[in-house]
């Protein structure tokens, strides 16, 4: 069995009585003592030998095959500090492994070491277990039946790890990666995998050893979706998926239909990991945070850094709205400090989005922070949860992140942990594990068009050409509910819905309620106070054939906010393309107001209208074809209002305004801000 990892050895009980809250700063851990042990000062074992290497000064130790018997051992003796690291400088111009035995305990792998060369160094940094006070032995050999790489020099420091607990915060969600493969309950091993024909090369590649994620890029790796993302060979991991999530060219065709995966999702709270990114120009690492795209405006991106292989010394920070039209866009920012290697070293990053902290229309505020310094902050308006993304990234054709140059692989993204906490708000205490129950689990509502179905998409992955997958949920249902526990604090937490039947869609069609129960997979069952939540979905009394996105806001009536705009694609426009809305009761309509901006060239041009006969149950058309009256004088961003007068009056419990014709000047796109009936 393992020992305990050096990263769990100082915890703090969960149930410490909790009486102030400390910002993210003072929870910084300095790094002290460090010391360097030249490799041929150790003591050697069998056939291990001393080289010197040519163009350099100094030795280096190399291993022979013949495992343990063939070993270095080296001592070191830390004064003081609680958790270290261990940087190992090393040549080898294959890959090769390394095993290591820290105080006579079991021994440890480490995979994969390739300098690029016998006279080419490089370095592998991994946290150890140390005993301060005392002499630690170290001991190294290759793996039996392996020649290991040869060793240079080995540096210890006290690391900069903080601790796993924080007063004032509980921890909801982490990963010290102590296990041999990623955690299934944890993590979702893959990247945005619906766009990829080849579902494998959107799997990460990985080792998990010595208590690290070492997210890796191979030569033999092969890019993720050529058809869409090009060059581009990714390895990363992430905490949801789903189909169409992140379309980042807008014009991406889903090609792997998945099944929805969530294992967490959060708003509001504090992030730290402690990670060491990847030197190289055309790569890069991310961690980054997305919304998860229940509906289409919740997916603005928080880049926590986008770490560049071209600089070792920079930490930029990025933000894209997307389609969320109140999200963060552009003003990124970069920290940089010269005396500090982001490709070589760990260092802890953290973000902390707090609840309430901004101004005006952008209530709430998004800081970030390197090894305790607060390197900038933003304030936003992002009212829906967020995923995490972990990714490295080669771009093999060059690009942004810099001309593509080959490097000795594996291309290496380590993660030393990941840690998600949520502050316990005011007039509550924090509880002890065991204590814990939920309060309240939030029931969920959805306004759907009477003649919405679940999305259905198209394979093209091989063996699988053509056939279809079919969503189980109504579009715009959410994944996610909110949890309230007995210490005060609101957690995000994935729900699996009852899948949609042929008979709710019948009762939908027909105006009736359909009511389904959820679960959450990623609750314990045994905690106290868990429901199940409940989903009602109501028909909404607008329909059309076109596009249903925000059709409800053609009648908020609002005539004035060009958010409340609704939009269809008309290539080509539909002959039977319609828009509906049903009253509940029997009204009379003897004219129509249209709102638009840029009407002449974006706008409905010419419609008929029907009337719904309750006696006939059908739709009797009224038999004119009317223009509406844009006029230059609305060619502009707030648009014009204008009137159209019926011929005859009409009278029905619902209309259905039936498109002829449109203005589809930009991108043979249809926009409309608002239409009402007038009696």
């Known amino acids: 069995m393992r020992t305990m990892s050096v990263k769990n050895l100082f915890k703090i009980s969960a149930g410490l009585c909790l009486f102030m809250v400390l910002l993210p700063a003072a929870w910084a851990h300095g790094a002290d003592w460090s010391q360097k042990v030249e490799a041929e000062s150790g003591t050697k074992t069998g056939t291990v030998r001393e080289e010197f290497v040519a163009g350099n000064s100094g030795k280096t130790v190399s291993f022979i095959d013949r495992g343990e018997a063939n070993s270095l051992t080296i001592r070191v003796t830390p004064p003081s500090g609680t958790t270290f690291d261990m940087s190992i400088r090393y040549r080898s111009g294959e890959l090769r492994n390394l095993k290591f035995s820290v105080n006579q305990q079991a021994p440890e792998q480490i995979s994969k070491l390739n300098s690029g060369g016998w006279s080419t160094f490089a370095n592998e940094n991994l946290p150890v277990k140390l005993i301060a006070g005392q002499e630690n032995t170290i001991k190294f050999f290759a793996p039996d039946g392996e020649n290991g790489p040869g060793l240079d020099y080995i540096v210890f420091r006290e690391s900069n790890q903080n601790p796993i607990e924080k007063p004032g915060y509980r921890l909801i969600f982490h990963d010290e990666f102590d296990g041999n493969s990623l955690d299934k309950q944890k993590w979702v091993d893959k990247y945005l995998s619906s766009w990829t024909k080849t579902p494998e090369r959107a799997q990460p590649t990985y080792a998990m050893e010595n208590g690290l994620m070492k997210l890796q890029i191979m030569g033999e790796t092969q890019p993720w979706a050529s058809e869409f993302d090009g060059q581009t060979v990714v390895s990363g991991f992430t905490t949801g998926n789903r189909n169409a999530l992140h379309n980042w060219n807008g014009t991406n065709v889903v090609r792997n239909p998945v099944e929805t995966e969530l294992t967490h999702i959060n708003k509001y709270g504090y992030y730290e990991i402690r990670a ?41 920070v990025a933000f894209h709205r997307w389609n969320d039209p109140d999200g963060p866009e552009g003003n990124g920012f970069t920290y940089t400090n010269n005396s500090k290697d982001f490709h070589n070293e760990f260092h802890t990053f953290g973000f902390n989005w707090i609840e309430g902290g901004g101004s005006g229309n952008q209530p709430d505020k998004m800081e970030f922070y390197v090894d305790g310094i607060k390197t900038g902050e933003r304030n936003v308006n992002i009212n829906y949860p967020l995923i995490q993304l972990f990714s490295l990234y080669e771009k093999r054709a060059g690009g942004w992140t810099g001309p593509w140059v080959s490097k000795p692989y594996p291309n290496t993204f380590r993660l030393d942990y990941v840690r998600v906490y949520k502050p316990i708000p005011q007039g509550y205490q924090a509880v002890a594990p065991e204590q814990l129950a939920i309060t309240n689990v939030q029931d969920a509502t959805l306004s759907v068009s009477p003649s919405a179905k679940p999305k259905t998409y198209t394979f093209s992955v091989a063996g699988s050409v053509g056939q279809t997958y079919t969503e189980p949920n109504m579009p715009g249902t959410k994944s996610y509910t909110n949890v309230t526990y007995n210490d005060g604090i609101v957690t995000q937490e994935f729900v699996r819905w009852e899948p949609i039947t042929s008979l709710d869609l019948e009762k939908l069609a027909r105006g009736e309620t359909v009511t389904k129960r959820g679960t959450l997979p990623n609750v314990s069952p045994s905690m106290p106070g868990l429901t199940s939540p409940t989903l009602t979905i109501k028909p909404a009394p607008w329909d059309t054939n076109l596009n249903p996105e925000n059709l409800g806001l053609l009648f908020d009536h609002d005539t004035v906010s060009t958010s409340s705009a609704w939009t269809a694609i008309m290539n080509p426009l539909p002959a039977d393309a319609y828009i509906s809305y049903r009253f509940g009761e029997p009204k009379r309509v003897s004219s129509i107001s249209f709102s638009g901006n840029y009407g002449n060239g974006q706008g409905i041009r010419t419609f008929t209208l029907s009337a719904w006969d309750e006696s006939t149950q059908s739709w009797i058309d009224q038999g004119v074809e009317y223009t509406i009256p844009w006029t230059s004088a609305g060619d502009h961003e707030a648009g014009e209002t204008v009137m159209v007068n019926l011929q005859q009056p009409l009278t029905g419990s619902a209309i259905k305004i039936n498109i002829k014709s449109a203005n589809t000047a930009w991108g043979n796109k249809v926009v409309m801000r608002e239409i009402a009936f007038n009696e």
Request: glycine share 10%; aromatic share 10%; hydrophobic share 45%.
């Open 276 to 316: 060491m990114g990847q030197p190289g120009s055309s790569r890069h690492v991310a961690w980054w945070l997305l919304g998860f795209e229940d509906v289409a405006k919740e997916s603005a991106e928080i880049d926590v850094f986008e770490i560049l292989g071209l600089n070792a010394h920079q930490v930029p």
